[in-house]
């Protein structure tokens, strides 16, 4: 079965500073890859996901992510992060199969934007 | 709105009563998917079905839980007897075809229904 890992649970980081947060996932063949964020009280909105081709892709609100295949990663970065990017990140990935498959989600990490 | 709807927003039930959580997909969605989320634990599957069958079942508590999705109307997870462990927030999501089929696996949520067992 698939897994996915956040180490982080929680990350600070000052207003404009540079953001990355890590995402590892464990299954056998290249699964799809996705970022969700969850503002306080709201739903799952997507950042940015990831099928094939390029493995660096751009997401919505400045974000982007680089998938690894020799680290089974897909980290997500942010150059210059904007108070407005306090939330929680979460990794997603499900297998590639042709036909229903679960999505598997990481624990999520939150992040607090200081001044 | 064509976004996902869910309602309640909020619930408070006392130990025994029970839960009854909806959800209305995107229109031109046929699959929805049920998570509940507690708080550092992520979101946990519950439960994925397409209109009037369940088609994976595979993280729903065996008792007191259950959940449909009918012809019409909208989605529904029931919980039975509920219990404090049962408070947590729980999230429908809908998708337009199934999870995994090629080059898809997006999920769009609702704003999640925050159940509180008293």
């Known amino acids: 079965a698939q897994s996915v890992t956040q180490p982080d649970i929680h990350i600070t980081v000052s207003e404009g500073a540079s953001l990355e947060l890590r995402c590892n996932y464990s299954?056998?063949?290249?699964?799809?890859l996705f970022w969700y964020v969850q503002s306080p009280g709201q739903g799952l909105q997507l950042l940015l996901k990831?099928?094939?081709?390029?493995?660096l892709v751009q997401g919505i609100k400045g974000f982007e992510a680089e998938f690894k295949r020799s680290q089974s990663s897909f980290n997500l970065r942010k150059p210059s992060v904007h108070w407005s990017d306090a939330a929680e990140y979460f990794c997603?990935?499900?297998?590639?199969?042709?036909?229903?498959?679960?999505?598997?989600f990481g624990i999520g990490t939150k992040l607090q934007v200081i001044p | 709105n064509a976004g996902v709807m869910q309602n309640p927003r909020h619930l408070v039930r006392r130990r025994g009563q029970e839960a009854r959580l909806r959800c209305s997909p995107m229109?031109?969605?046929?699959?929805v998917y049920w998570y509940r989320q507690l708080p550092e634990e992520g979101l946990k599957f519950m439960v994925y079905?397409?209109?009037?069958?369940?088609?994976?079942e595979s993280g729903m508590p065996k008792e007191r839980f259950s959940a449909e999705f009918p012809k019409e109307g909208p989605s529904i997870l029931r919980i039975q007897q509920v219990v404090r462990g049962d408070s947590a927030a729980y999230f429908c999501?809908?998708?337009?075809?199934?999870?995994?089929?090629?080059?898809?696996?997006?999920?769009?949520f609702g704003e999640g229904s925050r159940l509180t067992v008293l």
């Open positions: 079905l397409q209109k009037e069958n369940i088609i994976d």
């Open positions: 997603a990935v499900v297998p590639y199969s042709g036909g229903y498959q679960k999505v598997t």
């Open positions: 990831y099928f094939s081709g390029d493995t």
């Open positions: 299954y056998g063949a290249t699964p799809y």
């Open positions: 229109k031109g969605h046929s699959h």
């Open positions: 999501a809908s998708s337009p075809i199934a999870t995994g089929a090629q080059n898809t696996g997006e999920l769009f």
